[in-house]
């Protein structure tokens, strides 16, 4: 069994359900304390629902400036960082019986090994800590510095974990270059598909007022479905932005429409619109809901309407870590890999706040959080394999 299966394995026995971490942060700080890491553990949230945060880091050493032979402050760089991101927490199992083996027992048959949380992103989180290992093994000095950001809370709300980190990092003043987010990416194999950034997302709840009456006089009614549907016709129909080179356009679509008693002969008084923006670089919440009321207000609707920014659009243009990245997929699996922007969001979203270059690169993505998920075997290795490669591309850069 390789070293990155056996920790996979490990990993998934741990039932880890968010918030839960279950031990499995630990588990993977002790292997890095013995690498030169320095782990901490941030906790964060009620505490009945805990969070529980690890931020493990080893500083590289700087390198040497070429022009100079001097070993003084003024003659080296400050090394550059490579984070490796992700979650031990998973969603919860479904109905156990549905399963064909228990989901917290990793199980391997038919070259597949399955378990909740064995494509999200377990085996990730054990591809990060094993390719740490060769590479230091390699690279015992080596001038790129290496950190770990883990997070129990990102199958959950998402309200104390990454974003917590990383507000302790943006006030401590620390430099992250380069992040990798474990999140499962691919298509079919590991490599074909990588994430360099993703949309923005922000919901709104709408409440357009009306006056409640009997459905037999509505001249003594004010009926706000009614007052709403040019509104809403409207709205279905803008095009938002076209979207750029990286970016589909943005998007608007209703999830939930709320109005009336119940009863079948009551205009009611008020209607309810749940909605949600999945917006690209070409537009700002800002911009989003200036334009969103003014159509609001070309009908003269009596609204209240709440904003919810769940996260910025971020983007990676191609450069120094998404070329690292390529490099290492193609070595590693002959694929040239596709940049795509798709999907929901991430913890990525709050990484890019603080990090110039942030990607999200993981095993494929087919069963995750389904009954029966699983990885195929012969996806692990490569795995871990281009997580060392991305590495040793970056050493080569932070020497040269």
């Not at 505490?47 to 700087?62: M, Y």
């Amino acid at each position: 069994m390789s070293k990155t299966l056996q920790l996979a394995e490990q990993l998934i026995a741990r039932a880890s359900v968010t918030p839960a971490d279950v031990g499995c942060q630990e588990l993977i700080a002790q292997r890095l304390a013995k690498l030169g890491f320095a782990c901490e553990t941030i906790t964060s949230g009620p505490a009945e629902f805990s969070v529980t945060n690890l931020w493990a880091k080893r500083a590289g050493t700087p390198a040497n400036n070429a022009q100079t032979a001097s070993k003084s402050i003024a003659s080296t760089t400050p090394s550059k960082t490579l984070v490796f991101a992700g979650h031990t927490d998973v969603v919860p199992t479904g109905p156990v019986t549905e399963w064909d083996s228990a989901p917290f027992t990793p199980s391997v048959r038919d070259g597949k090994l399955y378990g909740r949380g064995a494509a999200d992103m377990k085996t990730s989180l054990a591809a990060f800590v094993v390719a740490i290992e060769e590479f230091l093994l390699a690279n015992p000095q080596p001038a790129l510095g290496m950190a770990l950001l883990l997070t129990s809370d990102e199958e959950g709300p998402a309200n104390d974990g990454t974003v917590v980190v990383c507000n302790a990092l943006k006030a401590r003043g620390e430099t992250l270059d380069y992040c990798i987010v474990g999140e499962p990416t691919a298509v079919e194999r590991t490599g074909d598909m990588i994430k360099n950034g993703r949309r923005g997302t922000m919901s709104g709840k709408l409440t357009v007022k009306g006056v409640q009456g009997h459905i037999a006089y509505p001249h003594l009614a004010k009926n706000p479905i009614h007052l709403l549907a040019p509104a809403l016709a409207e709205l279905v129909t803008i095009e938002w932005d076209r979207g750029n080179d990286f970016f589909p356009p943005t998007t608007w679509q209703v999830s939930n429409v709320h109005g009336g008693t119940g009863a079948s002969n009551i205009i009611p008084g008020a209607v309810v619109v749940d909605f949600n923006f999945r917006f690209s670089t070409e537009s700002t919440p800002e911009s989003l809901q200036t334009r969103l009321a003014r159509v609001l207000e070309k009908y003269e609707l009596e609204y209240d309407l709440t904003w919810t920014v769940g996260g910025l659009p971020f983007l990676t243009t191609p450069g120094t870590l998404v070329d690292a990245a390529r490099d290492a997929i193609l070595a590693e699996t002959g694929l040239q890999t596709q940049l795509s922007t798709t999907g929901g969001t991430s913890d990525g979203r709050f990484i890019a706040q603080i990090c110039p270059q942030v990607i999200e690169m993981g095993p494929p993505n087919g069963t995750i959080h389904k009954i029966n998920e699983y990885v195929a075997v012969a996806d692990i290795e490569p795995l871990k394999n281009i997580y060392r490669r991305v590495l040793e591309n970056l050493e080569r850069q932070a020497r040269a």
